[in-house]
Every structure is written in structure tokens, then in C-alpha cells.
């Protein structure tokens, strides 16, 4: 009596758990059950077997395992650094945040080299901009920043419209390693993942949506680069 009191005790706090899973926030919800799912079933798995019931716990404990194991790989594959996009030229290294969309620079040469883009105001926004003038692809990368600061600085910077925005990376290849720094995901992310972070990213980036041309090539070149490796 007290294994089958132990078993319908389980299975009271399992509904409980499920009844408080359906006021979370979607966005929450997937993230509780990857990880919820499997200690549940390792709960179930282990009255089970306490009840004499080993033949159906202890198989049930193995796959909570193996699915626990599997969503903290998901985990890892996931966005890295808080959910950051990392774009780096030779003068700049941009990050833009996944969950807000606000954009920021770090100066990596010239006469603002160690200061972030945020700090600078704008006659120095302005000699950064002439000082990149030579470097097509970190200019495109701080007239992205600065669509997003000032959407309308170019009346300020008396600049060529098209100056830097659309221009061919001047640094080769994109490397792996870069191309899940632009998405914001880790190493061995599957190609669901990669398709979903470039759609996220895009939404925010697509120049049809007042975003960068050039960061939209670059998430596209990302996207590219991580993919052949699935084909």
C-alpha cells in the first residue's frame, strides 16, 4: 500500500508541475522542458523501480538520461555570450544583442583604438569615419552602427551615401570560427539551428527593414559558410 501511495504521490506533484508549466511564457516553456522533461520521467523511472516495477523504471531512467544529456548538448550549441552577433574587421569588432537589437562597437586601431563606439561622440564618430575611409569593410561596419544610432547622421557627415554600406569584405574568406560569431551560436550547431538564428538575425538586419545591407551580406556569408558543412 505505501509503494502505491508513493507512486500516486508522484504522480500528483507531476500534474502539479504540468498545471504550473501552462501560465510560463512560451519563450520560458521550451527551455523548461528541455531540461523538466527528463527529471520528470527520471522521477517516474525511479518510484517505478522502487515499487517493484524495475523492469519498466530502470529503462525509462536510461532514456531520461540519454534525453537529458542531448538538451545540455542542445544547450551548448545554442548562443553563446548572453546572446550576442559578433562581426570583427580589421579597425572593428561590432556586437549586437539578439534580444534587443541595440548595436555596439569596440575601436580595434586608429586614434580611438581601446574605446567602444557608445563613448565616442560625434566629431569623433566623424574622424573615425574619415580614418576608415581606406578600409571598406570596417567603414561598412560603422555606418551600420550609426544607421541604427542616427538614422539620419549622413545630413551631419556630409558622406557619400553609398560610401562603405555594400562593399566587398576586405579580409577573404569568412572563416568558421567568425561565421558562428555573426550568427551568436557555438560550435556544432545542426543546421536547424543555423537556419533559425540567420532568420532571427535577418528580421532585424534586412535593409527592407531600415537594417544594413552590409551586415545583412555578412549574416548571409555566415549562414553559407555553416551550412556547406551540412551538404
Keep these: 500500500m505505501s509503494a502505491i501511495a508513493v507512486f500516486f504521490g508522484g504522480l500528483l506533484v507531476l500534474l502539479a508541475v504540468f498545471a504550473g508549466l501552462l501560465s510560463v511564457k512560451p519563450s520560458a516553456l521550451a527551455s523548461t522542458l ?5 527529471v520528470a520521467m527520471a522521477g517516474v523511472g525511479g518510484v517505478l523501480t522502487l515499487i517493484g516495477r524495475a523492469s519498466i523504471g530502470i529503462p525509462l531512467l536510461a532514456f531520461a538520461v540519454a534525453l537529458y544529456s542531448r ?5 551548448r550549441a545554442t548562443r553563446q555570450g548572453g546572446g550576442q552577433s559578433y562581426v570583427r574587421s580589421a579597425a572593428l569588432e561590432m556586437e549586437l544583442d539578439l534580444d534587443t537589437g541595440e548595436m555596439n562597437g569596440l ?12 563613448d565616442l561622440d560625434e566629431p569623433e564618430l566623424v574622424q573615425l569615419h574619415s580614418e576608415l575611409a581606406g578600409d571598406p569593410e570596417s567603414l ?3 555606418e551600420a552602427y550609426l544607421d541604427r544610432r542616427a538614422p539620419d547622421w549622413r545630413a551631419g557627415f556630409h558622406v557619400n551615401d553609398d560610401a562603405g554600406l555594400g562593399a566587398s569584405p576586405g579580409s577573404g574568406a569568412m572563416t568558421q570560427k567568425e561565421a558562428y560569431e555573426v550568427l551568436g551560436l557555438g560550435p556544432g550547431a545542426s543546421e536547424a539551428e543555423i537556419r533559425e538564428a540567420h532568420r532571427r538575425l535577418m528580421k532585424r538586419m534586412h535593409p527592407d527593414t531600415g537594417g ?3 551586415l545583412a551580406g555578412r549574416i548571409n556569408e555566415a549562414k553559407a559558410v555553416l551550412l556547406s558543412r551540412h551538404d
Excluded at 528541455?34 to 527528463?38: C, D
Excluded at 538538451?71 to 544547450?75: D, F, L, S, V
Excluded at 575601436?107 to 557608445?118: D, H, I, T
Design 107 to 118: 575601436v580595434l586601431a586608429g586614434s580611438f583604438e581601446g574605446r567602444e563606439l557608445k
Design 34 to 38: 528541455r531540461y523538466g522533461l527528463p
Design 212 to 214: 544594413s545591407a552590409f
Design 71 to 75: 538538451a545540455r548538448a542542445a544547450g
Design 140 to 142: 561598412g561596419l560603422l
